[in-house]
């Protein structure tokens, strides 16, 4: 995969940006005690300190998604022999990309987590329609979310089928787009693009190779995660939900209003079946499946993450197309409902 983007970061200038990504996360965690405690929060007005609170929410909840995702990237990348890949996953592309959709039941992380993760398959020698159809798929398809909506659901309206279905679909049909794209590395960052090949020809051990992975992973993804948890809390601030709740009631409106809520709120796909059943009796089932698939597959601190490895208009074009695929779900069970 030839590039002429610069060359991974090795040596000092790693150890420096790995330190400094730790020293972040650490900054972060002190001022989110310090906030939960009420220590920092008192003095700022009243809009600045729900700024700090929601953004450091968010932050804190997907962090150890994200080194979770870290840990399991860097496995896939340097540990797991590629015959083995070979051998359980079938050749056909599209049904391998339908087993990909399922890897979740296996590996279950939250959205956030599988960034990194769905970056490690990449540098493995996945397809960029494969990784994609991974990152999507995964934090539907997986135990922990499909339990959380059990509960919070039952059979209720078709609302659990509907999303485990939906998932599986939006991100099928993606990878499918994707896989017919005539240069899809052109899709990649060019500095994330050169990652991928230097990755096949990384001199050292395992061990050695593992240590430099987690390293780089962590200084690219975290201050990514930092800048997606402030515009999360900053939009939620500024935007009103009551301007939300009064569109509860229309089929189209209601899935629009409350796909914007979950990709503002970007709340953790894990436990966000809890949070809009409190909204259940105002919104139409239709609209809470909505919510609940694009939160889980766009939100404003996935975006943020994801643009460390794709390029602008390519994650526009993610974007648009899971948005576009939810809305026809939702809407569509809204309009037989």
Known sequence: MPSTARPARTGPALRIAFGAAIALALLAALLAVRAASGALLPGLPAAAADLVTLSLSVFIESLPFVFLGIVCSTLVRVWVPERVIDRVLPRSPALRRAALSLVGVVMPVCECGNVPLARGLM??????????????????????????????????????????????????????????????????????????????????????????????????????????????????????????????????????????????????????????????STFMPGSIVAFLLFGAMMDLKMLALLRTTFRGRALAYLAAVVGLSCLVIGWGMNLVA
């Open 123 to 280: 540098m493995r020698g996945f397809s960029v329609a494969e990784a994609a159809t991974f990152l999507l798929a995964a934090p539907i398809l997986n135990p922990v979310t499909i339990l959380t909506t059990y509960h919070a659901f039952g059979w209720d309206h078709g609302i659990l089928i509907a999303r485990i279905a939906g998932g599986f679909a939006v991100a099928n049909l993606v990878g499918w787009l994707l896989s017919t794209h005539p240069e899809p590395g052109a899709l990649l960052e060019p500095r994330f693009r050169a990652a991928c090949g230097h990755e096949h020809a990384a001199p050292g051990g395992r061990l050695r190779r593992s240590l430099e992975g987690l390293a780089e992973e962590t200084s690219a993804l975290l201050p990514a995660l930092v800048i997606g948890s402030a515009l999360a809390g900053a939009i939620q601030v500024g935007v009103p939900r009551e301007l939300l709740l009064v569109l509860g009631a229309h089929p189209l409106w209601s899935a629009l209003a409350l796909m914007a809520l979950a990709f503002v709120i970007s709340i953790c796909s894990s436990v966000d079946a809890f949070f809009i059943l409190s909204l259940g």
